[in-house]
């Protein structure tokens, strides 16, 4: 060949060359996000800037609704509740790599299936911990369950097994969330602690309950207005019968018996708010409480949290009360014997609550003696009511005075040693109260008993003072 030729062919072979590199060039994407790409299952709209289009997309769906849920416990909350949102920074760099990586042929390759609707970029999603800590915080209550221990049940002669509890495990329901895939109608499975009881089947064999370390028993009505007050009395002693204390081990009375509602069986019965006598759903329950603060004092165990009803109750002396409330007011007792115990809570007779601490000797002789160190005489209060009929005039509660008591009691224990203790009680006098229809006569009223030494007069529906407002605890 000659030069001339040679020429021709060299320079006809780079004009190839660069009408090919031409093509090339503009078969590959130049855009950070090639032309018709799918993120999100959403193609990004023709001549739209992807950041702002993904932000906004972020903003709509920080409103999606997602639902948490545990066994029966499910709760629904927006994904922006949820701390969630996506990730527009990190979606778009991982839209970014399509068509934008590797060889020419893969990128072109790449860029026509983006074209063809063939490549989804998945969204990414984000988790703010400090709003999601702080949802789940709120969430973690109602999830809660605490674990109950096994116990016996003496009566029917049955073992009744332990229940484990639970508690939401907040920052493994964290990483949930994380994982999650956040569609619609998503549902993110909440991670639990499981809790175990502290007596299990097995410790049941542990109680000598042949062996009476203390009890106590204290009487009550059953009929007519009383009728629901023995009601809860049998349901409060029930839920507390069979309960076994491993040595050290503290007994929690709201734990135990939990809400005084009509789902756990309770009714409605005389209690005292303020210092009045009004039905609510529980009256009655403070005597099973008391009862049994009564005999583990006598039994020699600790209490830790006891407090003593805003008047003297007519079942139970002075100082040996203890006023239950749920959940504000709680009666907790720590046995501090050598050995595990049962509480037996029962009805010997259909008038009568007994508690019995089983699992051994007595350890000590237990001795208990009140001083009223202070007294308030009580004030008669007249309620004038429309519905009462012409002259009429009704007691409707009994006055009754204000102590300020200290207990004092003495342990003598069979090894020889002598302990004492002491401990208040307050009791707020309470009025006598009478209903008068609106046209009675002063002067056929009763002479104000022994220690009233007021009387005061209130309109229907007029509230006591603030100074009369108090426990709102059961009888």
């Not at 416990?73 to 839209?95: I, M, P, Q």
């Not at 064999?205 to 009487?219: G, L």
């Not at 009233?452 to 605890?473: N, S």
Request: net charge negative.
């Amino acid at each position: 060949m000659d030069t001339r030729a040679l020429v021709l062919v060299l320079a006809l072979g780079a004009s190839a060359g660069v009408g090919a590199a031409v093509v090339v060039r503009d078969q590959l994407p130049a855009s950070p996000v090639v032309h018709g790409l799918s993120i999100g299952e959403r193609v990004v709209p023709e001549g739209a800037s992807p950041a702002a289009w993904l932000a906004a997309r972020r903003d709509v769906l920080r409103g999606r609704l997602v639902r948490l849920r545990h066994d029966d416990v499910e709760f629904t909350a927006t994904l922006g509740e949820a701390g969630v949102e996506v990730d527009v920074a990190a979606t778009l760099a991982a839209a970014s790599v399509v068509g934008h990586e590797g060889p020419w042929s893969h990128r072109i390759r790449e860029a026509r299936r983006a074209r063809r609707g063939e490549i989804d970029v998945p969204l990414v999603w984000s988790v703010d911990e400090e709003k999601a800590r702080a949802l789940l915080e709120r969430l973690a209550g109602q999830v809660y369950r605490a674990p109950v221990d096994a116990r016996l049940d003496l009566a029917n002669r049955r073992k009744i097994p332990e229940q484990p509890g639970r508690e939401l495990d907040v920052e493994a329901s964290i990483e949930a969330l994380r994982a999650g895939e956040h569609g619609e109608e998503e549902t993110i499975a909440l991670e639990v602690r499981h809790l175990s009881a502290a007596v299990v089947v097995a410790d049941l064999v542990s109680v000598d309950v042949s062996k009476v370390v203390a009890a106590y028993e204290t009487k009550f009505k059953r009929h007519g207005k009383e009728a629901g007050r023995a009601a809860n009395i049998a349901n409060a002693a029930a839920r507390i019968d069979g309960t076994i204390l491993a040595p050290g081990e503290t007994f929690s009375f709201n734990t135990r018996v939990g809400p005084r509602t009509r789902k756990n069986g309770f009714t409605i019965a005389p209690e005292i708010l303020g210092d009045e006598t009004v039905p609510g759903y529980g009256g009655g329950t403070c005597q099973v409480s008391s009862t049994l603060f009564a005999a583990a004092l006598f039994g020699a165990l600790d209490t830790l949290d006891r407090q003593s009803h805003s008047r003297p109750s007519a079942y139970i002396p002075m100082g040996l009360d203890a006023m239950v409330t749920y959940p504000e007011s709680d009666l907790k007792i720590r046995n501090t014997l050598p050995f595990p115990i049962m509480l037996h809570a029962y009805l010997p007779s259909p008038t009568v609550i007994r508690v019995e601490i089983l699992g051994g000797d007595p350890v000590a002789d237990v001795a208990h003696q009140v001083d009223a160190e202070h007294t308030d005489d009580f004030i008669r209060r007249i309620y004038v009511k429309s519905e009462l009929s012409e002259g009429k005039v009704r007691r409707h509660q009994k006055g009754s005075c204000g102590y300020d008591v200290r207990s004092f009691v003495t342990l003598r224990y069979k090894d020889g040693r002598v302990g004492e203790r002491s401990y208040t009680s307050e009791y707020k006098p309470a009025p006598e109260v009478f209903w008068v229809a609106p046209d009675y006569d002063p002067s056929t009223m009763p002479e104000l008993p022994e220690h009233a030494k007021a009387v005061e007069e209130r309109l229907e529906g007029e509230e006591p003072p603030p100074e009369g407002q108090g426990d709102g605890f059961s009888m």
